[in-house]
């Protein structure tokens, strides 16, 4: 795809996966790794560092709006629950960052693939 072809449809992908995590009050990295993989042609390691790197404002506009909007009450409900996956969210992250040059591409693809596809078929079976 030639440079401003594939800026423009990354402007859309962006614009689109925004839309959605504001809506679904999630990053869009679900939605971000599969679109940078496929639409820029990196390598899937790449695609979600990248992927963090745009998440984190799409995040803080996210929080922003939701909490002038009252929607954080929900998070003192279940501040137990909230902590407990903060603690293991940030060990994950770590824990990743040191699997990220030992973990081939061929064993990420797939599993990326599986969790999209488990999550899709939740998300349509919940609707």
């Not at 423009?8 to 990295?29: C, K, N, T």
């Not at 060990?91 to 999209?116: E, K």
């Amino acid at each position: 795809m030639p440079g401003l072809a594939r800026a423009l449809a990354g402007d859309v992908a962006g614009l689109g996966i925004g839309v959605v995590a504001a809506v679904m009050g999630v990053a869009g990295g679900e939605l971000l790794i599969p679109t940078i993989v496929l639409l820029y042609s990196v390598d899937i390691k790449t695609a979600g560092s990248l992927s963090l790197v745009v998440s984190l404002p799409t995040m803080l506009v996210a929080f922003a709006r939701y909490s002038r909007g009252g929607s954080f009450a929900v998070l003192v409900a279940n501040l137990r629950f909230v902590a407990v996956m903060v603690a293991g969210s940030i060990t994950g992250a770590l824990l990743g960052g040191l699997l990220l040059g030992v973990i081939p591409d061929l064993v990420l693809i797939p599993v990326l693939a599986i969790v999209l596809l488990i999550s899709a078929i939740k998300m349509a079976r919940h609707v």
